[in-house]
C-alpha cells in the first residue's frame, strides 16, 4: 500500500494478530446474539413453518409415486377414485407449501428488519453519547461508514442468509437422521463426508475474515474519500484537484476492488470444493451400496432410497456456503460495529446523578483543574471562582488554552484532575438531560442541520417552541430582517449545511439558536468571528440584555466584544496572568493593556 | 423521487456500456451455469440407470463405469460451479469501481450549486450501496435470471413437443405467471426505489449528526438526534417489509402455481391414459420434467425482486450521471492573453440562486487593473462571497461578463482558468492528507521547495516543521487538529504556491482574517501583504484591518457596486461604508472608557 498522499498519524492499523482475532469474533458474536436473542420466538415461529413446509415438500413426491404407482392402474381399471385423491392431496400440499413459504418470508423479513432497527438504534445513540474525545479520533467518515455500508451488509445476510442457514440445517439434520435409520455402517460414511467439509469451512473462515476486514478496511477509506470530496467541493474546484482526486480514488477503488475480488474467488474455491466434496461422497457410496447389494448384505430398494436422500443431503450444503459467505462478509462488518459499541463515553453520564438546584444559579467553579489531550499538559492548574451572573472575557493567544477552558465548562471533556463545580454540583456528577439545559455553547463552527432556518434555531429548545419564541430570538441577535427576506422567511430550507446561507447569516442563526436554548450558563468560543462590524455590534447590544441574570464565559478576538465582560482573564500557557474588570486592566500597563493598543493599531 | 416511467429492462440496458467489454466472461459465466446446472440433472439419471442397470442385473463390469461416469459429472460440476464465480470475481468488482470512478468524476464537475441541492447522504448512498447492488445483480442473479428464463423456455418447449395437451395446460399456467410477474415487477421496482431514496437520507442524518456532533453535545441534543434517526428508519423499515409481503405474495404464488397445473397435469394425464391417447411414460416424462423446472420457476421471485433492486439503483445512478455540468468547459477554449496581466472586469453581472425569486447581484460592474489589490466589503449576507465565487467560475453569472484580461471567464478552459485565479476561503477546507498534499492541491507536481515556499510566504513555515513529521503529517480530520489561525495560513500558502505552471495572476481572497486572534492576526496580515505583491487581488473584507492591505475598495450593497475608491475616501464620503466599517463608534467607547 503506497499511498504516501495520506500522510503519516499515530494511529494507523489494519492487520491484526491471533488473540484480536478471537477477541473480536467472539465479541461480534455476542453482539449477534444479543440482538437474535428478543427475537427467539418468532425465530422458533419461523423455524415451525419451515418444518411445515419440509413436510409438504416431502409429501409431494410421495402422493406422485402413489398416482403413477398405484392411481393410474387403478383409474384404468375404471376405478378413479385413488387417482382424485391423490391428485387432490397434491393440490393441497402445493397450495400449502406456498402458504408456508410466503409465511416463513414474511416472518424472516420481520426479524431482519428488527434486528437491523435494533442495531440502528443502538449504534446511533451509542455514537451520540460517545466523548467528543472519541469522535475526534474516531472521525466523522468511519462513523459514517458504520451506520452506512457495515450495516448494508449486516442486512444482506440478514437478508439472504438466515433462511438459507435453517433450510439447510433442518434437512442436513433430517436426512442425516434418516441415512442413520435406513443403514447404519452407509449412513456413517455419509456422515463422514463431513470431516473434509468441517476442515475446508475452518480454512475459509480464517482466509476470509482476513479477506473481508480488508473490504471493510477499503471501503471505509473510499467512503471518507468520497465524504471529505463531496463536502469540500468548492475548494477542489477552485484548485483542479479533480485529476489527483480521481487519481486517488482509483487507488482507493482499485484496493477495495481487489479486495473484493480476492473475497469472491475465495467463495468461488470454497463453494465449488464443497460441491466436489459432496460429489465424491455420492460416488463413494454409490459403489459401496452397490457393492454391499451385490453381496446381498442390502436390499435394492434401501440402496436407492439411499441414492436419493443422499443427493438430497448434500444439496443444502450450498446454501450452507453462501451462508458461511453471507456470514464472513457481514463477520468483519459486525467485528467493527461491535468495536464501536465497546467503546465507553469516557464523558459518562453519573451513575448516581446529583440534581443541580431549581433554578439554577449559575456558579462556575474550576477547583485545581488539571488538563491534557494525552499529550503535554494544558491546564496545569486552574483555580477560578466565576459568580453566578458575571460574564468573564478569556483573552489569550493561540494555544493558551481558552477553547479548552470552554470546553471543560461545558462538558465537552473532563478534567484530568480537579473538578468543575456549577452551583457546587461537581458536573461529573449531572445527568447529561440536566447539565445542557443549564449550559450552552456556541463555537465558531457554525453548523447547520438540513431543515428549516426556524429549525435550526429551535434545535435546543426542542421543535415544540413556539414561532413566536424563534422570531424573538432571531429578532433579539438581529437575524430576523434577512431571515424575512428570505423566499419562506423561517421557513426557508437551509439547504446541505446552510449553503444558502452567508457564514455571518450563520453565525446569526446559531446564536439565535443559543439565546432561545435560555441556559444559565452560556460559553461563547467565538462565536462572532465571520460577523461584520454592524451585525457584530447588533451581537453586542443584545448581549447586554441577554447576558443580564446569565453568567456567561466569552472568548473572543475582537476586543470591542471583552469589552462588554464583567471581568477579563488573561491566559498565557494555561495559567491566567491577568485578572480583572476591562476598565481596570487597561489602566494598568499589563499584557490585557497590551493587547488593547495592538487591537487599535490594526484599527487606525 | 419520480414514479418509475421506464420498464426495468429499458433502465437496466443503461448498464450496457459497463458491461459490454466484459460481455465475453459474463457469457461464459452463464454457459458455466447452464452447464453445472445440466451436469447437476445429468447426474440423478445415471445413478437411475445404476440401481436400475448394474445392480439389479448383478453386472459388475459396467458399475465401476457408471460410477465413474457419476464421479465426473460431480467434478465437471464443481468445476463449472468454480468457473461461473471465478469467471465474473474481477469483470464484476472493475464494472463497480468504473462505475464508481465515473460517478465520482461528474461529481466533481458538477457545480456548487448541484451539491448545495444534494444531500451527500444521496450521493453517497449512490456511490457505495447502490454500486453494491448493481455489481451483484450482474455477477449473479442478473446471469441466473437470464439463465433461468431460458431454462424454463425450453422446458416448456420439450413439453409441448413429447405431450402437446399436457404442455398446453403449462402454457395456460405461465400466462397469469407472466401477467403478475409484470405487475409486480413494477410495483416492487417502485418500492424499492423508495427504499433507497430512504436509506439515503438515512445516510444524510448520519453524515450530519456525524459532523454537526459538537453542536448537538453542546445543545445535549444527542437523544432528540437519535429520535428523529429512529424515525427514519421506521420508514426505512416499513418499506423494506412492503418489499417483503410483495415479494411473500408473489412467491406464494409461483409455488402454488406449478403446484396446481402439476396436479392438473397427472389429472388430464390420467384421462388420457384411461382413453388410451397417452402412454404411461410420456405421463411420467412430462410430470419428471415440471418437477425439474420448479427450482428455475420458483428462483424467478427473487430474481426479480432482485432486477428490481438493480433497476431502482440503476436509475438513481444515472439521475446524477445524466445532470448536465452547468459549469463546463467551452466548445472552444481561448487562449488567455499572453503574458497574463491579470487586468479583472466584471461587466454588468448578475447572478440568481437557481430557484429564487430575485437577483442577489443587480449589475455588479467593477474593473481591477493589473497588480492591484481590491476589497470588497459590503453587509452580512450582501453577495460578497457570491461574487468571488463567480471569478473561478464556481458558479456562472446569471447575465453579464467577467473578464480577465479582456477574454470572458466563459471562454478559458476550466483547468486554465482555475490556474489562473487562485482562491481562498473563509473556511479554508483541509483535507485527510499530508500537509504537502494539502498546499500542493491543485499542483500535485510541486516540489517540496515550493511547498515550502508557499508556507513561507504565508508565515506557515514555522509551525509545519514543529509537526511531528514535518511536511508528511497528516491533518485535516482524519489527522492531526489545527488552529484557525494556523488553518488560514495554509489556505493562503495552497493559493500562492507556483509549482511548474508558475504563481496565479489573480487571487480571490474571502475574508482570509476571520478566524484569527489579535497576535495571529499580524502575522497573517504580514504575510498576505507579501502574497499579494505582484498579484491582482479581490479580498472580501469584514474589517478595517484587512481592508488596509488594500489598494481601494468596493462597496456592494443592493446588488451592485455602490462607490469605489481609496479607504479612506470611502470613509469620508460614503454613510453606508462608515457604517459597516468603521468601528469609530466602538473605540470611541473603548477609549472613553480607557480614559
Known amino acids: ?604 | 423521487m419520480n414514479p418509475p416511467q421506464q420498464s426495468s429492462l429499458a433502465v437496466l440496458r443503461r448498464l450496457a456500456p459497463y458491461a459490454r467489454p466484459v460481455r465475453g466472461r459474463l457469457l461464459g459465466s452463464g454457459a458455466a451455469a447452464l452447464g453445472a446446472m445440466l451436469a447437476g440433472l445429468g447426474s440423478p439419471l445415471l445413478i437411475q440407470r445404476i440401481v436400475d442397470g448394474p445392480v439389479a442385473h448383478r453386472d459388475r463390469s459396467s458399475l465401476l463405469l457408471l460410477s465413474l461416469g457419476v464421479l465426473a459429472l460431480g467434478v465437471v460440476e464443481a468445476g463449472l460451479i468454480y468457473l461461473r464465480r471465478a469467471l465474473v470475481a474481477r469483470p464484476t468488482t472493475d464494472i463497480e469501481k468504473r462505475m464508481r470512478a465515473d460517478l465520482y468524476h461528474h461529481l466533481q464537475h458538477l457545480p456548487v450549486a448541484f451539491h448545495d441541492r444534494w444531500q451527500s447522504g444521496q450521493l453517497l448512498s449512490r456511490a457505495i450501496g447502490d454500486l453494491n447492488t448493481i455489481r451483484r445483480f450482474v455477477a449473479f442473479s442478473g446471469l441466473f435470471l437470464v439463465v433461468n428464463m431460458l431454462t424454463v423456455l425450453v422446458g416448456m418447449g420439450v413439453l409441448l413437443t413429447i405431450a402437446p395437451a399436457l404442455g398446453m395446460l403449462a402454457v395456460i399456467m405461465a400466462i397469469p405467471l407472466v401477467v403478475l410477474c409484470g405487475r409486480y415487477e413494477r410495483h416492487y421496482r417502485s418500492a424499492a426505489r423508495r427504499a433507497k431514496d430512504q436509506v439515503g437520507d438515512l445516510a444524510t442524518t448520519v453524515g450530519e449528526a456525524a459532523l454537526g456532533i459538537r453542536v448537538l453535545k453542546s445543545f445535549g441534543q444527542g437523544p432528540q438526534a437519535t429520535q428523529s434517526f429512529l424515525a427514519q428508519a421506521r420508514e426505512l423499515r416499513r418499506t423494506e417489509l412492503t418489499k417483503v409481503r410483495m415479494l411473500a405474495t408473489l412467491w406464494a404464488l409461483i409455488i402454488a402455481l406449478p403446484e396446481l397445473t402439476l396436479a392438473a397435469m397427472l389429472a388430464l394425464g390420467g384421462y388420457e391414459l384411461a382413453t388410451g391417447s397417452l402412454s404411461l411414460g410420456t405421463v411420467i416424462g412430462a410430470v419428471t420434467i415440471l418437477t425439474y423446472l420448479r427450482w428455475p420457476l420458483e428462483s424467478l421471485g427473487w430474481l426479480l425482486a432482485d432486477a428490481g433492486n438493480a433497476a431502482a439503483a440503476t436509475s438513481r445512478y444515472w439521475e446524477v450521471r445524466d445532470t448536465a455540468a452547468a459549469v463546463a468547459d467551452p466548445p472552444q477554449p481561448r487562449a488567455p492573453a499572453q503574458p497574463i496581466r491579470g487586468g479583472l472586469r466584471l461587466e454588468a453581472v448578475h447572478f440568481r440562486f437557481p430557484g429564487a425569486a430575485t437577483d442577489v447581484l443587480r449589475g455588479v460592474d467593477l474593473d481591477v487593473r493589473p497588480g492591484e489589490t481590491m476589497a470588497l466589503v459590503g453587509a452580512t449576507g450582501s453577495g460578497k462571497t457570491t461574487l468571488a465565487a463567480l471569478v473561478p467560475r464556481l458558479a456562472d453569472v446569471t447575465s453579464g461578463r467577467i473578464l480577465i484580461d479582456g477574454v470572458d471567464v466563459r471562454d478559458l478552459a476550466l483547468v486554465e482558468l482555475r490556474t489562473i485565479v487562485a482562491t481562498a476561503f473563509e473556511d479554508p477546507v483541509l483535507f485527510s492528507a499530508s500537509v504537502r498534499e494539502n498546499v500542493a492541491l491543485g499542483a500535485p507536481q510541486a516540489s517540496d521547495d515550493d511547498v515550502r515556499g508557499a508556507l513561507r510566504i504565508a508565515h506557515a513555515e514555522k509551525f509545519v516543521d514543529a509537526l511531528p513529521w514535518g511536511l508528511d503529517t497528516r491533518i485535516g480530520e482524519q489527522g492531526l487538529t489545527l488552529s484557525g489561525g494556523q488553518r488560514q495560513r495554509l489556505a493562503l500558502a495552497r493559493a500562492v504556491i507556483g509549482g511548474d505552471a508558475g504563481r496565479p495572476a489573480v487571487l480571490v481572497l474571502d475574508d482570509p482574517l476571520s478566524a484569527l486572534d489579535v497576535h495571529t492576526e499580524a502575522e497573517v496580515e504580514a504575510a498576505l501583504r507579501r502574497v499579494l505583491r505582484g498579484v491582482t487581488a479581490l479580498v472580501v473584507a469584514h474589517r478595517p484591518s484587512t481592508v488596509q492591505l488594500a489598494d481601494r475598495v468596493a462597496l456592494l450593497a443592493g446588488g451592485r457596486i455602490e462607490a469605489v475608491g481609496t479607504h479612506s475616501e470611502l470613509l469620508a464620503e460614503v454613510p453606508e461604508y462608515r457604517r459597516i466599517l468603521s468601528a469609530v463608534e466602538v473605540a470611541g467607547d473603548l477609549s472613553a472608557v480607557a480614559r
Open chain 1, 1 to 604: 500500500m503506497t499511498q504516501q498522499w495520506r500522510g503519516v498519524a499515530a494511529e494507523d492499523h489494519d492487520e491484526i494478530d491471533i488473540a484480536t482475532g478471537l477477541r473480536l469474533a467472539t465479541r461480534s458474536r455476542r453482539l449477534l446474539g444479543s440482538l437474535l436473542r428478543p427475537q427467539l420466538r418468532r425465530i422458533i415461529a419461523a423455524v415451525g413453518l419451515l418444518l411445515a413446509d419440509q413436510v409438504a415438500l416431502l409429501a409431494g413426491p410421495l402422493l406422485i409415486a402413489v398416482a403413477i404407482d398405484r392411481g393410474i392402474p387403478a383409474a384404468l381399471d375404471g376405478r378413479p377414485g385413488p387417482l382424485i385423491w391423490c391428485i387432490a392431496g397434491y393440490a393441497v400440499t402445493g397450495l400449502l407449501d406456498a402458504l408456508a413459504v410466503s409465511a416463513f418470508m414474511r416472518q424472516s423479513g420481520r426479524i431482519g428488519q428488527d434486528v437491523l432497527l435494533d442495531l440502528r438504534e443502538r449504534v446511533f445513540a451509542h455514537v451520540q453519547r460517545l466523548s467528543l474525545a472519541f469522535h475526534e479520533r474516531y472521525t466523522s467518515g468511519r462513523v459514517i461508514s458504520r451506520l452506512t455500508s457495515d450495516l448494508d451488509s449486516l442486512q444482506e445476510m440478514l437478508d439472504t442468509g438466515l433462511d438459507g442457514l435453517f433450510i439447510s440445517l433442518l434437512s442436513i439434520v433430517g436426512i442425516g437422521a434418516m441415512l442413520l435409520v435406513l443403514d447404519v455402517p452407509l449412513g456413517l460414511v455419509a456422515l463422514a463426508g463431513f470431516v473434509p467439509l468441517g476442515l475446508l469451512a475452518r480454512w475459509y473462515r480464517r482466509r476470509s475474515r482476513h479477506t473481508y476486514r480488508a473490504t471493510r478496511s477499503w471501503i471505509a477509506r473510499v467512503i471518507v474519500q468520497f465524504v471529505e470530496t463531496m463536502n469540500g467541493i468548492h475548494a477542489v474546484q477552485a484548485f483542479r484537484r479533480e485529476r489527483r482526486n480521481a487519481s486517488i480514488m482509483d487507488g482507493l477503488g482499485g484496493g477495495f476492488a481487489d479486495a473484493e475480488t480476492e473475497a469472491l474467488r475465495l467463495v468461488a474455491r470454497f463453494t465449488s470444493t464443497v460441491r466436489l466434496v459432496g460429489s465424491v461422497s455420492v460416488a463413494v457410496m454409490l459403489l459401496l451400496g452397490a457393492w454391499r447389494v451385490l453381496q446381498g448384505t442390502l436390499t435394492l430398494g434401501v440402496m436407492a432410497a439411499f441414492v436419493l436422500y443422499l443427493r438430497r443431503f448434500y444439496d443444502p450444503l450450498d446454501e450452507l456456503a453462501m451462508f458461511a459467505n453471507s456470514y464472513a462478509s457481514s463477520a468483519a462488518a459486525l467485528e467493527k460495529i461491535s468495536g464501536l459499541l465497546d467503546e465507553s463515553p469516557t464523558v459518562g453520564d453519573p451513575v448516581a446523578p446529583v440534581a443541580l438546584p431549581v433554578p439554577v444559579r449559575g456558579e462556575v467553579v474550576f477547583d485545581g483543574v488539571h488538563f491534557s489531550y494525552s499529550g503535554p499538559e494544558i491546564l496545569p492548574r486552574l483555580d477560578l471562582v466565576i459568580p453566578a451572573g458575571q460574564t468573564v472575557a478569556l483573552v489569550g493567544a493561540t494555544g493558551a488554552g481558552k477553547s479548552t477552558v470552554a470546553k471543560l465548562l461545558a462538558r465537552l471533556y473532563d478534567p484530568v484532575a480537579g473538578a468543575v463545580r456549577l452551583d457546587g454540583v461537581d458536573l461529573r456528577s449531572v445527568t447529561d438531560a440536566d447539565l445542557r439545559q443549564a449550559v450552552v455553547m456556541v463555537t465558531q463552527e457554525s453548523f447547520l442541520f438540513a431543515g428549516s432556518v426556524a429549525d435550526n434555531i429551535a434545535l435546543g429548545a426542542g421543535p415544540s417552541a413556539p414561532r413566536s419564541d424563534v422570531v424573538a430570538a432571531a429578532r433579539a441577535v438581529g437575524a430576523h430582517e434577512f431571515i424575512t427576506a428570505l423566499p419562506e422567511g423561517y421557513d426557508t430550507d437551509v439547504r446541505k449545511r446552510g449553503a444558502r446561507l452567508s457564514a455571518g447569516q450563520r453565525q446569526l442563526v446559531s446564536f439565535a439558536r443559543a439565546l432561545l436554548a435560555d441556559p444559565a450558563v452560556l460559553v461563547l468560543d467565538e462565536a462572532t468571528s465571520s460577523l461584520d462590524i454592524p451585525s457584530e455590534q447588533a451581537v453586542q447590544a443584545a448581549l447586554a440584555t441577554v447576558l443580564s441574570g446569565r453568567t456567561a464565559l466569552i472568548i473572543a478576538h475582537r476586543l470591542s466584544t471583552v469589552m462588554i465582560a464583567d471581568r477579563v482573564l488573561v491566559l498565557a500557557d494555561g495559567e491566567v496572568i491577568e485578572d480583572g474588570p476591562p476598565t481596570q486592566l487597561l489602566a494598568d500597563t499589563g499584557p490585557f493593556a497590551t493587547l488593547h493598543t495592538a487591537w487599535h493599531t490594526a484599527l487606525a
